[in-house]
Structures are given as C-alpha cells and as structure tokens.
C-alpha cells in the first residue's frame, strides 16, 4: 500500500504526465485509442512501481522511455499492418486530419534516435540537454538527430526548406 504522501505526489505526477505522453504517444502510433491505451498502461506501471519510480531524478523521463519501448513492442508486433486505420463509424473523437497523418507516417520512417529527438524536443518540449541526458548521448549528437531528422521530413513531406529559411529571416 502506498501512503498518502507518495499517493499525493502520484496525483501530481499524473497531471504532469498524462497530457505530454498522450501527445508523444499519438505522435508515435498516429492512434488515438491506440494513445489512451500505452499511457494507461505507462502510468499503471508508474503507479505500481511508485514507491521506486519517485526517488528517479526524472519520473518523467522514465515514463517517456516506457511509453517510446511499449510503443516500439507494438509496432514490431503489427508489422505490416496499415499505419492507420480509422473507420468513421468505429471513431469516438475526430479524426486527425490528413496533414497530420503524412507527419506521423514520414516521423515513423525516421531511424529511431531521430524520430525520439524530435518528439521530445518539438511534441514533449525537451532541451536538447535534457534529450541528451535522458538518451544517454552527447549534446551534439542530438543537434545532429533534430538536423537531420527536420531536413529527412521536409523531404519526405515535400517542403522546400530553403523557402522555410528565407520566411524565418
């Protein structure tokens, strides 16, 4: 049993949490049930093993990595499935729009290290510091990862980055 103060920083934990893995998970799955369903399993998980996971100097982080391994699992075990399948009379929220899903489909044929780099660095909102801390590799590896992995899907999806620079001047 857990007692009330570590029940209460659960509680906190949980509020902070919930809302950046449901992002992070929907980023990686392009699945919406699919999202709700890793994050109840990650925070299950945290709430089992609270007692340990606290005494982390990054709860947080911890729960990231379970959520990016649980996610990993998954597709390894649906490989060859669509990324997506969504049928209208099967959705309880709406659907993302067709934009979002070339995004998700694009970040899923990154390699690995690119794609976590930039879901915690532009979905989660992680430093490349703490990217760096949380997946145990220099900082300038991890500038590299954003580069390369931004540049890989402004090519993927079509987009002219040189026009992207001239507009951000």
């Known amino acids: 049993m857990v007692d009330s103060s570590a029940e209460d920083d659960y509680e906190r934990f949980f509020d902070v ?6 992002g992070q998970a929907f980023l990686l799955t392009g699945e919406i049930e699919d999202s ?3 994050v109840q399993e990650v925070l299950f998980r945290a709430w089992r093993e609270w007692p340990r996971i606290s005494r982390y100097e990054d709860p947080q982080g911890w ?11 998954r597709w390894r075990r649906e490989r060859g499935r669509r990324l997506v399948k969504l049928m ?4 309880t929220t709406p659907a993302p729009d067709v934009g979002h899903l070339d995004v998700i489909e694009a970040l899923h044929r990154l390699p690995r290290d690119q794609q976590r780099s930039l879901v915690l660095h532009d979905v989660v909102g992680l430093s490349v510091v703490e990217i760096a801390t949380e ?8 500038r590299s990862w954003l580069s390369r992995g931004r540049a890989a899907l402004a ?8 026009r992207e620079e001239e507009a951000a001047e």
């Open 88 to 91: 209208p009379d099967a959705l």
């Open 135 to 142: 997946l145990h590799a220099p900082g300038g590896t991890v």
């Open 17 to 22: 949490a919930k809302r950046s893995l449901m």
């Open 155 to 162: 090519a993927d999806l079509g987009i002219d980055q040189s």
């Open 36 to 38: 709700r369903d890793l």
């Open 63 to 73: 729960a990231r990595r379970v959520l990016h391994n649980l996610t990993t699992d």
